[in-house]
């Protein structure tokens, strides 16, 4: 309830937000922001507003149908919210269902009013239809921009500096099957430079065009995010998170935050830093379903509306992420969404279809697949393999917990300290150093893409990969193989090779992900985390591919595993690692496993991937039970109550609610009896968001609520627009107006906006029942009372605090409500 953005008396007063809150929001952006900014809704001056439902409480219930304001046109701006509070859900509901009714009863009318509904109807799909159109494309656009930028790092298409290097030599004649990566029309800055592609100085300068071109990527990644939109940097999804429960912050899924997003997660990801695309896919999908959603009047004006688009949204950013629109749609449900109802699964999957189609027609890879990553594997798992799976999955939880404790805590000491004041310095840090120990091994050099391709890579007869160096064995080249794979065989001395350079490449991966993740960059965690649970999966594949060829007569290959035999694929170990890693630092469980049984297409290692998935959540949650989002959202002090977090202590409404014994009293509107002038006094002299209204001070029984932005708002307007109000004129709440003198001044009728029906709960209330109904129904506050007498108000701020108190953490850390 507290905000100080709200501490003038007048309309103009609405917009101004105090030094308090700028700092506030400089710690958490990374950078100074405009709060005026409402570039992703409408001024409140513009009149595009829809007034609050006359006569009717914020609930829905109760009040009489008439307006009792004598002002009969709307008030721009009643029954919106201001940057930074929470949504109530139950008024934007009864809006909606208001509107529904009324173009329900006119369309039995006209023509022309059956056809406005039946548009009204429709609008919902064309909407889905538009985010999905949109959202694909952009995909499509940043797959294609990246993969080319990530290639110009190590050389140039001399047919054409937009090629990347794999269409560069897709048409050459004169390539070979053994070196198919090399062609005389893409050349190395060496070869351009220098004029040869051999020798110690070539050498040095790929590496320093390499260095040169990921500090470039990098350096105009952070100064566009910097200058143009603070709100671009970072996964995106922790906030998507708190706005969907129902906070608003103004800008974050504006047209601005989108162009700079897109731009500067090209150049991110280009640059060669430890993250992924993921994340910030799902942060711009939202940012176009926020935008379109201007286009329709209903969800324009209508907040809970927006939402569940946004919903539908964040399915549709994981679809075209992964190629996976059922994964997406689950993970929205399971992972990001607060409020979830059967229609919106349904749009939800509809505008993941659209988005996927829209990318398999762009086609960004060339191999008619969504992702790089794709594969397909063909030879059978076997039971006795459950045992290391699960031991992937202990990794992966080990992982995901030191991942998210560590990043934690640098995150933390990048807020508290001075380091938070260079964020540029940081990154260019960050991204030499990445360069620098990268470039020698050609497994951190390559993208995370291309590295989990590699490593999900299930070896043929003729792969080039030094993954699958392998000698020939005259004893099985000519022998059958279980499945379509090649028998099993000894490693050869480039393979050995190859899991050194593998094994450095997971340490470094390991550290430089927790510095990198959370930089004001956008950075995804999907890849990274992928990444290290492959390397460690592959490593592991192998390991039991060697133990079985060199030891199948063991109880434990014996009857399975023969000589000749194709037994293990070490790429399928490298997915099932890629989950458990994924799993651990998200705590992702279904939808993980139908995103990868998608990137897979195999339904027989549904089994594995639920194994690894389940194992590596319990470790985690040994350790913690929340996710790396859930750990920033509480990092960054955001209002969002946790679905999964129970509630186990004992304590009841009278213990959390304001006031407490030595605070002041509750600040109380009465129905009648103040002056403009009081209640301008009141306004001025608290910050509360709200008031609750009384019959009297000397008889607190409880009539209603109203909203501060509302009242405000309204005093303002009838100054303006009612003849005769001045500062002794009374404001009344009452459904008739008391008798007055003649020559009293008009009153300021405003039961109009007040809620005549707030939610209230009893002082002996049970705190677990009400942060339920907190949570199930999305409320801002809710009263206390004690026999119908108005004793106090709790809101979620509150019981954040109160929780935050019970688990022994700083309750200060929860800045805005």
């Known amino acids: 309830m507290d905000n100080a953005g709200y501490n003038t008396g007048s309309f103009d007063g609405l917009h101004q937000v105090s030094d308090d809150d700028d700092d506030e929001m400089v710690d958490i952006a990374g950078a100074t922001l405009d709060f005026s900014s409402t570039d992703d809704d409408p001024p409140l001056n513009s009149g595009g507003y829809e007034e609050h439902s006359p006569g009717r409480g914020m609930n829905g219930a109760g009040g009489p149908a008439t307006m009792m304001d004598p002002l009969e046109d709307p008030v721009p701006g009643v029954g919106t919210y201001e940057d930074f509070n929470t949504i109530d859900w139950v008024r934007e509901k009864s809006k909606d269902r208001d509107r529904h009714r009324e173009i329900t009863s006119k369309s039995k009318e006209s023509t022309v009013a059956l056809l406005h509904r039946i548009s009204d109807a429709f609008s919902g799909w064309l909407l889905m239809l538009l985010v999905g159109l949109m959202s694909g494309a952009l995909a499509g656009g940043i797959d294609i921009s990246a993969h080319w930028l990530t290639d110009m790092k190590e050389g140039v298409c001399l047919n054409g500096f937009w090629f990347n290097h794999e269409h560069c030599c897709w048409t050459s004649n004169e390539t070979t099957f053994q070196e198919r990566d090399k062609c005389p029309q893409w050349k190395s800055w060496a070869e351009l430079i220098v004029g040869t592609a051999e020798g110690g100085f070539a050498y040095v300068v790929n590496y320093m065009m390499f260095m040169f071109w990921a500090l470039l990527f990098s350096f105009l990644a952070v100064i566009l995010v910097r200058a143009f939109a603070p709100y671009a940097c970072g996964s995106g999804i922790p906030e998507i998170k708190t706005i969907l429960s129902g906070f608003i912050i103004r800008g974050y899924l504006g047209k601005w935050t989108l162009i700079v997003k897109t731009i500067t997660l090209v150049l991110a990801v280009s640059s060669g830093l430890s993250l992924g695309k993921e994340g910030p896919l799902v942060h711009v999908a939202c940012c176009c379903a926020n935008i379109l959603c201007h286009l329709f009047t209903k969800y324009r004006k209508n907040e809970a509306k927006r939402r569940e688009v946004l919903s539908a949204a964040a399915a549709v950013g994981v679809s075209v992420a992964f190629g996976a629109p059922i994964g997406g749609v689950l993970f929205s449900l399971e992972e990001v969404s607060y409020y979830f109802p059967l229609k919106t699964l349904w749009r939800s999957f509809f505008a993941a279809l659209v988005a996927a189609f829209t990318l398999r027609s762009i086609n960004p890879f060339g191999n008619s697949r969504l992702v790089l990553f794709y594969v397909e594997f063909h030879a059978p798992w076997h039971l006795l393999e459950l045992g290391p799976f699960i031991l992937l999955g202990i990794f992966g939880g080990l992982w995901g917990a030191l991942f998210i404790r560590a990043n934690i805590a640098w995150c933390r000491r990048r807020k508290t300290t001075r380091l938070g004041h260079y964020p540029i310095v940081e990154v260019l840090v960050v991204a030499g150093v990445t360069a620098l120990v990268s470039f020698p091994n050609s497994y951190t050099r390559m993208s995370g893409a291309e590295l989990i391709k590699e490593l999900f890579n299930d070896c043929s007869l003729?792969?080039?990969?030094?993954?699958?160096?392998?000698?020939?064995?005259?004893?099985?080249?000519?022998?059958?193989?279980?499945?379509?794979?090649?028998?099993?065989?000894?490693?050869?001395?480039?393979?050995?090779?190859?899991?050194?350079?593998?094994?450095?490449?997971?340490?470094?991966?390991?550290?430089?992900?927790?510095?990198?993740?959370?930089?004001?960059?956008?950075?995804?965690?999907?890849?990274?985390?992928?990444?290290?649970?492959?390397?460690?999966?592959?490593?592991?594949?192998?390991?039991?591919?060697?133990?079985?060829?060199?030891?199948?007569?063991?109880?434990?290959?014996?009857?399975?595993?023969?000589?000749?035999?194709?037994?293990?694929?070490?790429?399928?170990?490298?997915?099932?690692?890629?989950?458990?890693?994924?799993?651990?630092?998200?705590?992702?469980?279904?939808?993980?496993?139908?995103?990868?049984?998608?990137?897979?297409?195999?339904?027989?290692?549904?089994?594995?991937?639920?194994?690894?998935?389940?194992?590596?959540?319990?470790?985690?949650?040994?350790?913690?039970?929340?996710?790396?989002?859930?750990?920033?959202?509480?990092?960054?002090?955001?209002?969002?109550?946790?679905?999964?977090?129970?509630?186990?202590?004992?304590?009841?409404?009278?213990?959390?609610?304001?006031?407490?014994?030595?605070?002041?009293?509750?600040?109380?509107?009465?129905?009648?009896?103040?002056?403009?002038?009081?209640?301008?006094?009141?306004?001025?002299?608290?910050?509360?968001?709200?008031?609750?209204?009384?019959?009297?001070?000397?008889?607190?029984?409880?009539?209603?609520?109203?909203?501060?932005?509302?009242?405000?708002?309204?005093?303002?307007?009838?100054?303006?627009?009612?003849?005769?109000?001045?500062?002794?004129?009374?404001?009344?709440?009452?459904?008739?107006?008391?008798?007055?003198?003649?020559?009293?001044?008009?009153?300021?009728?405003?039961?109009?906006?007040?809620?005549?029906?707030?939610?209230?709960?009893?002082?002996?209330?049970?705190?677990?029942?009400?942060?339920?109904?907190?949570?199930?129904?999305?409320?801002?506050?809710?009263?206390?009372?004690?026999?119908?007498?108005?004793?106090?108000?709790?809101?979620?701020?509150?019981?954040?605090?109160?929780?935050?108190?019970?688990?022994?953490?700083?309750?200060?850390?929860?800045?805005?409500?």
């Open 462 to 817: 003729l792969d080039s990969s030094q993954l699958c160096r392998y000698k020939q064995d005259s004893n099985t080249t000519s022998g059958t193989s279980v499945g379509n794979g090649l028998a099993d065989r000894p490693a050869d001395s480039g393979l050995y090779t190859a899991l050194w350079q593998l094994s450095l490449a997971l340490l470094f991966k390991m550290v430089i992900t927790v510095v990198t993740f959370g930089m004001k960059v956008p950075s995804g965690l999907f890849i990274p985390s992928m990444a290290v649970g492959a390397i460690a999966g592959r490593l592991l594949g192998v390991g039991m591919e060697q133990l079985a060829y060199y030891n199948h007569d063991w109880i434990i290959f014996r009857g399975w595993c023969t000589p000749g035999a194709d037994c293990i694929t070490p790429g399928l170990y490298a997915m099932v690692g890629a989950a458990a890693c994924l799993g651990g630092a998200t705590r992702m469980t279904v939808s993980l496993v139908v995103i990868m049984f998608e990137l897979t297409g195999g339904l027989e290692y549904i089994v594995p991937l639920m194994a690894a998935t389940m194992t590596s959540k319990w470790v985690a949650d040994a350790f913690g039970r929340e996710g790396i989002y859930e750990a920033h959202i509480r990092l960054n002090g955001y209002p969002f109550l946790e679905p999964k977090e129970e509630f186990d202590h004992k304590s009841l409404a009278v213990d959390v609610m304001r006031p407490r014994r030595a605070d002041p009293a509750l600040a109380v509107l009465t129905q009648e009896g103040m002056t403009v002038e009081e209640a301008e006094a009141l306004v001025d002299s608290t910050r509360y968001s709200g008031f609750p209204v009384v019959v009297s001070q000397e008889s607190p029984r409880l009539v209603g609520f109203v909203l501060r932005r509302d009242l405000l708002i309204s005093i303002d307007n009838a100054r303006q627009r009612q003849e005769g109000v001045v500062s002794s004129s009374q404001v009344l709440f009452t459904e008739h107006a008391p008798a007055q003198a003649a020559e009293a001044p008009p009153p300021v009728r405003l039961r109009s906006i007040l809620d005549l029906s707030p939610f209230t709960v009893t002082d002996h209330t049970p705190m677990d029942i009400t942060v339920d109904i907190f949570r199930k129904l999305g409320l801002r506050q809710c009263l206390v009372t004690h026999n119908g007498r108005l004793l106090g108000i709790i809101t979620k701020k509150d019981i954040l605090k109160h929780m935050a108190q019970m688990a022994n953490r700083d309750p200060d850390s929860i800045l805005f409500n």
